[in-house]
């Protein structure tokens, strides 16, 4: 059995081997001049555990050409993992006529694999578009660990995000909350913590995704105004779409923090731990 490492995940492949002692495979993957992508497996496989997102698009024929190659390295059994599952957030039709990409991705996916990991997708029912064993892995403990003794609650920036916090704060062992949101005009939106001190507390806003910062940026503004000593912010999948990171930051973030799904000098923590234990 061998690993092969997608080009959004070298990381997290190398990561992953060490823990399950599994091997890279050795792969070339480049670009033609045009940006149509190559992909050749340069060794005869019998399984294969690729590691890609979907994400952002130029991953997701590649991952697509990793499936195929592999198949044509003789790979009887292929698991995908995908640790940023792109296009999983249209998983149904708001407006009529839309396409539904979170489930045209799986269609496309189990094409040629057996099984699929995801980390934290959009919605858990997202494994329900597969045909192939679809399975869910947690990002929130790896981030949990890094966070333990450092800070005294952990919030979520919306009531979606409160399971994820409740988690958290169980592994912290700290205090936990989330904003609720009330929407005052068409434009202004109040976001308090109710029943909550927070004046003098190291905080940490954990949500699953961070991709234009507004609302990590809010609520940290929100919790420094409210006279926070430190709040740190964290998230599974960090996009950080146009500057988001010095969004945050200038809201008054200490720290910011994602794991590795989509790997920059933010991954400070690995999900390769709960992607292993479904893997074994
Ligand atoms: C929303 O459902 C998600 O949990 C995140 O809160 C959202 O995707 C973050 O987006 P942004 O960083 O653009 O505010």
Redesign the pocket.
């Known amino acids: 059995m061998k690993i092969i490492a997608g080009s959004s995940s070298p990381m997290l492949a190398k990561n992953l081997s060490e823990k399950l002692g599994i091997p890279v495979a050795d792969v070339t993957i480049k670009r033609f001049p045009d940006g149509e992508c190559y992909v050749r497996i340069n060794e005869k496989l019998d399984e294969a555990i690729i590691v890609q997102n979907t994400y952002p698009d130029k991953n997701i024929i590649e991952l697509f050409l990793l499936q195929d190659a592999a198949t044509n390295a003789g790979a009887g059994k292929i698991t995908v993992v995908i640790p940023y599952y792109g296009y999983g957030r249209q998983d149904r039709v708001f407006e009529e006529g839309e396409a539904v990409s979170s489930e045209k991705m799986a269609r496309l996916i189990e094409q040629d694999a057996e099984k699929v990991i995801l980390v934290n997708p959009?919605k858990a029912y997202i494994t329900n578009f597969f045909s192939i064993d679809a399975k869910i892995c947690d990002g929130v403990p790896s981030l949990a660990d890094y966070f333990t003794g450092k800070v005294d609650a952990v919030i979520a920036?919306?009531k979606?995000?409160l399971e994820m916090a409740k988690k958290a704060s169980g592994i912290i062992k700290c205090d936990y909350n989330y904003f609720e949101k009330t929407r005052i005009s068409g434009s202004e939106v109040k976001m308090e913590i109710k029943d909550m001190e927070v004046r003098g507390k190291k905080l940490l806003v954990l949500?699953?995704?961070?991709?234009?910062?507004?609302?990590?940026a809010k609520a940290v503004e929100m919790l420094k105004k409210q006279g926070a000593e430190e709040v740190h912010a964290a998230c599974v999948h960090g996009?950080f779409?146009n500057n988001?990171d010095e969004r945050i930051m200038n809201a008054g973030c200490s720290h910011i923090v994602s794991t590795d799904t989509i790997e920059s000098s933010y991954s400070k923590t690995s999900v390769a731990e709960e992607v292993a234990k479904l893997l074994v």
């Open positions: 959009h920036p919306d979606g995000a949500d699953d995704i961070i991709s234009t910062g507004g609302t990590m996009l779409i988001a």
